[in-house]
């Protein structure tokens, strides 16, 4: 039972390196804290630490790409964010086969504060033409999708993940990850709340809590982010109605839009977005961070009936 | 233009003498115009050794033509999109430890301007590449003492570069970079060194345009 989500990512990369030669792993002194170094100890010439190095650790991975290696980067969410630009402009303009897996993500490292928290990646590497965006909700999740992104998919994408905290998700659920897909986990006709990472679990509780007041929910699991199940999203607006999203990112530009921009040009329906505005604190949990900054299910409960009401109203009127 | 006409004879010497082509990714040489502003000085020698059709140069930056106006790998013999500066290194540094790795022959060689130095991924990749004992990896740094917004020693002065390069360990040379037979020794010692290596290159901006030679203008008025 692997209680951590990037201890995770940190067995599936150690598990790959046998299967694939070509597979290297590369960071900025965050072997450890990345879990990267699981990789190390069973292929340490396959393993490259940079030093602190953000921008150049973008680079070099781009170079080992072209030059015909399969490299997955891993660093903290945040600082990869200083490298936005050689992401942009090499790894994502050369289209380059680069794994860039962002740990520490959100809240995740609540101890750390504001400066380590980050909330913005989202909407920084969605915005990158050819980067691909995919956040995964619990353990089972990274098992489930990671081998598949690493082995199969071409090209760049972001992979992003937390630090410890995570709660069991998905683990209920039966589905096999296919890239560009997203999972209904509950099925419902009143509302639809629409997550991804580790806060899709208030999203389920909400959808308990509002079952018993009698709504009828459903409950996605939006693991990719880009490319988006525009055919999923545009079936859930018509079925629903009402979209609610929540994300440990801010509202800007991250899972809330890009499931508007989907929504406004297939089929539009009233949408809230549950998220952050801030750059974040430190705490003693993850989950005193959720309740500052209103990232549960009372609150996602709370959003939906308001929501509801808007409607009955309107329907009144 | 000018910062074109300062590194023609570098890359001359480079891609007639040698830069060996090739598709076998770890069995050819690389190289990398980190200063991709001086684009039309790459495009001019990828045609002369017919990579690129000639008829093409004087459509560079037209809407319809393959010539970007800085180097981009939709266009035949470029090895990396660059315009950024700071990222060649980076890039190259990555191939070399690849090539190195697989045991392949190829060589990957960088020209860099001396502005470019100010830009603080240049100290992580150098310092880095050192640590990897890249021998396959060769710098030229076009000396032209010009940045986009005046002289080097104005804008932020250089002068001890060589000797920082030096201290972190890279075998330091320093040519006329506009001696073809000086360039030409230079490379061919550099390529004997066990550690990575690199050439300042003297050279002067605009050369052999006279109005804007040795000056900060980019073209004729």
């Known amino acids: 039972m692997i209680e951590s989500v990037r201890d995770a990512v940190g067995m599936v990369l150690s598990e790959l390196g046998s299967e694939l030669d070509d597979l290297v792993v590369v960071t900025a002194d965050v072997g450890r804290a990345t879990r990267a170094y699981m990789f190390s100890r069973r292929y340490p010439s396959r393993y490259f630490n940079v030093g602190i190095a953000e921008q150049h650790l973008v680079n070099f991975a781009a170079g080992l790409a072209a030059a015909g290696a399969r490299p997955v980067v891993c660093a903290f969410s945040m600082f990869l964010m200083r490298a936005w630009e050689q992401i942009r402009n090499t790894v994502g303009r050369m289209n380059l086969n680069v794994k860039i897996v962002g740990t520490h993500a959100g809240f995740s490292d609540y101890a750390d504060g504001s400066s380590h928290q980050s909330l913005e990646d989202i909407a920084l590497m969605r915005t990158i033409h050819n980067m691909s965006v995919v956040v995964p909700a619990d353990v089972k999740d990274v098992l489930r999708s990671l081998p598949a992104i690493v082995k199969d998919v071409r090209g760049p994408v972001y992979y992003r993940v937390g630090r410890d905290y995570t709660p069991s998700i998905t683990d209920n659920y039966d589905y096999e990850y296919e890239f560009g897909r997203a999972y209904v986990l509950e099925e419902g006709y009143d509302i639809a709340i629409i997550s991804a990472g580790p806060v899709l679990l208030e999203s389920l509780i909400a959808a308990k809590e509002l079952k018993k007041l009698g709504v009828s929910t459903t409950v996605v699991n939006l693991i990719n982010i880009k490319p988006i199940d525009e055919v999923l999203l545009e079936s859930i607006a018509r079925r629903c109605g009402r979209i609610i999203t929540v994300e440990e990112h801010t509202i800007y530009g991250g899972i809330g839009s890009a499931v508007a921009e989907v929504v406004i040009q297939k089929y539009p329906v009233p949408m809230k977005f549950i998220g952050v505005v801030g750059y974040g604190r430190s705490a003693k949990n993850v989950k005193e961070l959720w309740d500052y900054y209103g990232l549960r299910s009372e609150v996602i409960v709370k959003t939906v009936l308001e929501l509801l009401k808007l409607d009955v109203d309107s329907d009144r009127t | ?221």
């Open chain 2, 1 to 221: 233009m000018g910062s074109t006409l300062s590194c023609i004879e570098i890359l001359t010497v480079l891609i007639t003498k040698y830069v060996r082509r090739g598709s076998d990714k770890l069995n050819r040489d690389w190289l990398i115009l980190s200063k991709g502003h001086a684009a039309p000085a790459l495009y001019t020698l990828l045609a002369e050794v017919g990579i690129i059709p000639k008829e093409e140069l004087v459509k560079i930056q037209s809407i319809n033509s393959i010539l970007q106006g800085h180097p981009d790998i939709s266009i035949p013999g470029v090895d990396m999109s660059t315009g950024s500066l700071g990222q060649g290194l980076s890039f190259a540094v990555g191939i070399a430890t690849w090539i190195k790795f697989k045991g392949g022959y190829g060589r990957v060689y960088v020209v860099m301007g001396d502005g470019e130095q100010d830009e603080g991924e240049v100290w992580e990749a150098m310092t880095n590449a050192v640590h990897r004992g890249l021998d396959n990896l060769l710098v030229i740094i076009d000396v032209n003492d010009y940045q986009l917004d005046g002289r080097t020693a104005e804008v932020k002065p250089k002068h001890y570069m060589p000797l920082i390069w030096r201290v972190v360990g890279w075998e330091v040379f320093i040519c006329d970079g506009h001696d073809v037979v000086s360039l030409i020794n230079s490379i061919d010692n550099a390529l004997g060194c066990r550690r990575p290596s690199v050439i300042f290159a003297r050279t002067v901006r605009g050369r052999g345009l006279k109005p804007i030679e040795g000056t900060e203008l980019q073209r004729v008025e």
